[in-house]
């Protein structure tokens, strides 16, 4: 798929199309929200920026969403090291790094909009609860789960048991953030937006439901195709 965006498309079609370019056009000041309905070169022209140069800098969100979200169905018959060596990689450093960018686009939307839409205020609420839960999560699998699982494969581990019980524990952990999406994805019912949604409002909203779809597929490579291995 080649790069969609060039110089005439409006900056609020290409965070519509790619949410993540909002961290590209926030960076460089330009107004993606309520200023959004403007060709891109008259936003660089504006703010005094390089077309060329933001150009790149799009492309590069957009190379490294394309990779994000490419199928993963070769992975059944990947040895586990190279699975834990992708899942870290392309879900917990990408994780890591959605969940930082988004945080003050969810704490902005619920404090602006807030009083007339309190399911925001809940999304908030779910949001940070998800963001905690899963950052702590991911570092015990990088700290101390993972290892475990390569010690499984190679037959070293000193002990099975208390390895394949920290594994279930990691599934009960997966059910519970799939729990927290649920009920993001409830109150906002199905994340559809309302009629007075601002550019921002709808940035978090695809954000958001992008996010989801991530994490599923991160937990979907660990507790259908990785940590069976070892449960059986």
């Known amino acids: 798929m080649t790069f969609p965006i060039t110089s005439n498309s409006l900056v609020k079609d290409i965070v519509n199309e790619l949410p993540k370019t909002s961290d590209v056009f926030k960076k460089n000041h330009i107004d993606f929200c309520c200023g959004g309905n403007i060709p891109l070169s008259e936003a660089v ?115 099975r048991e208390e390895a394949i019980a920290m594994i279930v524990e990691l599934e009960k952990e997966h059910d519970h953030a799939g729990e927290i999406l649920r009920q993001i994805r409830a109150v906002t019912t199905d994340y559809e937006l309302p009629l007075d949604a601002c550019g921002t409002y709808r940035l978090v909203y695809a954000r958001l439901e992008a996010l989801e779809g991530l994490t599923f597929m991160h937990v979907h490579l660990e507790n259908n195709i990785l940590f069976p291995r070892y449960l059986a």
């Open 45 to 159: 022209a504006q703010n005094g920026l390089n077309m060329d140069t933001l150009i790149t800098e799009l492309n590069v969100v957009f190379e490294k969403y394309q990779n994000a979200e490419k199928d993963v169905e070769v992975w059944t018959d990947s040895d586990s090291n190279t699975i834990i060596d992708h899942v870290i990689t392309n879900y917990h450093r990408v994780s890591e790094e959605e969940l930082a960018a988004l945080s003050p686009y969810v704490t902005k939307v619920s404090r602006v909009h807030g009083d007339n839409h309190p399911e925001l205020i809940k999304v908030y609420e779910l949001f940070y609860e998800f963001k905690k839960e899963l950052m702590e999560h991911m570092a015990k699998e990088e700290a101390v789960v993972f290892p475990l699982i390569k010690q499984l494969a190679d037959g070293t581990v000193e002990n």
